[in-house]
């Protein structure tokens, strides 16, 4: 069993920056890809990024590209997201998964090809 474990939202200002982490249990967590989604009130989950599992690809829904960053450190069993420019659309509740194995993009940006995920941390962006 793999705990996942999101923390760093919050409240910040339209432009402003946050760093959200996730902290994965387990010895495998270099097995497992690792993807963020979040989910707005009335809307659907949705993908925002995903990493491999060594780190070497990452992918970006085109809303968030060029502004979030997505990182992993194998060695503390972390990714941490990097959200810069932060829009009041970005607003939502943000999830962190874990368990895909997987190199593709189509695989990765489907909630269900995770098996494991958090609670979820909210992020508000206020204009």
């Known amino acids: 069993q793999v705990q996942v474990v999101e923390s760093g939202g919050g409240l910040v200002q339209a432009g402003g920056s946050l760093r959200l982490s996730c902290a994965a249990s387990g010895r495998t967590f270099s097995s497992y890809a690792m993807g963020w989604f979040r989910q707005a009130p009335g809307k659907e989950r949705e993908f925002v990024t995903a990493?491999?599992?060594?780190?070497?690809?990452?992918y970006y829904a085109d809303s968030v590209k060029g502004r979030f960053t997505l990182s992993r450190d194998n060695a503390k069993n972390t990714v941490y997201l990097q959200m810069n420019s932060l829009k009041p659309e970005d607003t939502a509740v943000y999830f962190c998964?874990?368990?895909?194995?997987?190199?593709?993009?189509?695989?990765?940006?489907?909630?269900?090809?995770?098996?494991?995920w958090g609670q979820g941390t909210q992020v508000t962006v206020s204009s």
């Open positions: 990493i491999t599992r060594t780190g070497g690809i990452t």
């Open positions: 998964a874990a368990g895909s194995t997987s190199l593709s993009i189509v695989v990765l940006a489907r909630p269900r090809s995770y098996d494991y």
